[in-house]
């Protein structure tokens, strides 16, 4: 079967990029602002090789049902582009993309670990594991796709890792930075590369999209996301959390307490499966929807398929949302707010011991970097920064039973 010829100019590509083109580099690491261009990027480049034939791509993100919504979107939108759609078969059940040279894109989701296992190629090996969002994954879990990538093949195997870096404890730049001077973008040897790019390095930025990006005011937000630094975090609120395998934990739980905050356009809605285990302080979370412009009856949906007839405990600012929730079958109703009441959960919630299944990439995010206001001189002012914390509102409306029955007892307390 012979390979596709393209008839593409080096001007789909952004400059930055085009010496990785053919890199083959065992591991690789695209990492920096957001908008910079990266992960379209590694979309075409799968093309391109998968056009010459003679490779296959693996390409995860940490949960499979966020490939839908990301790199498989982002991954169908080059082939059109590059006029090939017609010429290609998609299977979007088992998320797979056949080229006519008989090579394959596979992709998937480390939550089916049993199918990333036993996951092959129709022709060759699997050549290419690309991770998207790669601080989602935890450090063993690419010790294991390392051995993904076994077998004979004419092609140099190639582990890559594409990310924002939220934060600087993380375990990839424990592991990977070693040699890393921040003052250059570039930095490779033998077995590593990596590339740090900002949205100055895209061409395809409208002055919309950089206005837009560039008008966050946080300073942890532009040095992250606009400036491509590792972010560095003081006054993190939470660290009583930890991810386990919670699988065979639900049928143990009888209370549930799963809650729910409205978003649409600018801010997601997130709602968490939860159950609270009152005698040990163990909050189990089991999954997440976590999602930006669903609609109130797309809301309502994946709601019921999350949780079925269970009680949601909502944010009671808005009741018309929950009432439409009402009307398409969920058991809602809002949490108990009032004067203090952001004090007393924090408090709460700071006390209790949080485990989560590896699902929950957003609020494990959310808890990894949220943090305290700072005065002008860089004080804690004990008082949450109102960002980077719709699940964990979530999380804590679904438990306001408790907290509000503890309220009293908070007052006189310190948080933790």
Known sequence: ?????????????????????????????????????????????????????????LILRKVQRDC????????????KKFGLYNHISTNKTEL???????????????????????ITPQKGVITDVWCEEA?????????????????????VKRLVLSFNPIIKNHWIFKTYFNYWNGDNNRYQNDRISILKTT????????????????????PYYRDVYIEGNWGVLGD???????????????????????????????????VLKQYFDKSSNNLYIFDEIYEKGLTDKKLADLTYKLIEFEEVICDSAEPKSIKHLNNHKLNARGAKKGPGSIETRYRWYSGINIILSQKCVNIKRELQTHQWKKDKDGN?????????????????????DYWNLEMQSWYTQDYV
């Open 380 to 400: 804690s002012l004990k008082v949450p920064e109102d960002k980077n914390n719709h699940a964990i509102d979530a999380s804590m409306y679904g438990l306001s």
């Open 1 to 57: 079967m012979p390979s596709i010829k393209l008839n593409i100019s080096k001007k789909v590509f952004n400059k930055v990029y085009i010496p990785y083109l053919n890199d083959n580099t065992p591991t690789q690491i695209f990492f920096g602002g957001s908008s910079s261009g990266k992960s379209v990027f590694l979309a075409q480049r799968a093309v391109y090789d998968l056009a010459k034939g003679g490779r296959n791509y």
């Open 236 to 270: 993190i609120i939470f660290k009583n959390w930890e991810i386990k395998d919670i699988s065979g934990m639900k049928n143990r739980l009888d209370r549930s307490c799963h809650g729910l905050d409205f978003g649409f356009s600018n801010d997601p809605a997130a």
């Open 135 to 155: 601080t989602e994954f935890e450090e063993d879990d690419i010790k294991q796709l390392n051995k993904r990538l076994r077998g004979r093949a004419a092609a």
């Open 199 to 218: 949205y100055r390095k895209n061409k395809f930025l409208t002055p919309d999209d950089i206005d837009r990006l560039l008008s966050e005011n946080d």
């Open 68 to 79: 839908r919504k990301s790199v498989w979107n982002e991954v169908i939108k080059v082939i």
């Open 96 to 118: 797979t993309i056949t080229f006519p040279n008989g090579y394959q894109i596979l992709f998937g989701g480390l939550d089916d670990s049993e199918r990333i296992k036993s």
